[in-house]
């Protein structure tokens, strides 16, 4: 199983990025995926999740009405969407994969894990 994330990179406050995770090596669309961040010095933490069919979201608080996951299963695809970004947003960004229905959004339950993308938000 691999999950590619891309689309990490340095942007100005208030400015938007789009991330995209890459999955191969599993049935995509039998899986919930979720994506977490992690700050230096910092625990990873939760960002978004979506269920396996996209019709179900969860998002932190800290991110709610600025950042937006979606997939794509006929492209085994997840994405996160990440507007008016502010500098407390830099991370290295990872998408996960659950082997179940629901929205999942604790970093243990996740089977699988991408090798992350950096984030910077300047201010």
């Known amino acids: 199983v691999q999950l590619q994330a891309s689309g990490g990179g340095l942007v100005q406050a208030g400015g938007s990025l789009r991330l995209s995770c890459a999955a191969s090596g599993l049935t995509f669309r039998r899986y919930a995926m979720g994506w977490f961040r992690q700050a230096p010095g910092k625990e990873r933490e939760f960002v978004a999740a979506i269920s396996r069919s996209g019709g179900s979201t969860y998002y932190a608080d800290s991110v709610k009405g600025r950042f937006t996951i979606s997939r794509d299963n006929a492209k085994n695809t997840v994405y996160l969407q990440m507007n008016s970004l502010k500098p407390e947003d830099t991370a290295v960004y990872y998408c996960?994969?659950?082997?179940?229905?629901?929205?999942?959004?604790?970093?243990?339950?996740?089977?699988?894990w991408g090798q992350g993308t950096l984030v910077t938000v300047s201010s």
């Open positions: 996960a994969a659950d082997y179940t229905s629901a929205v999942v959004i604790t970093v243990y339950e996740y089977d699988y």
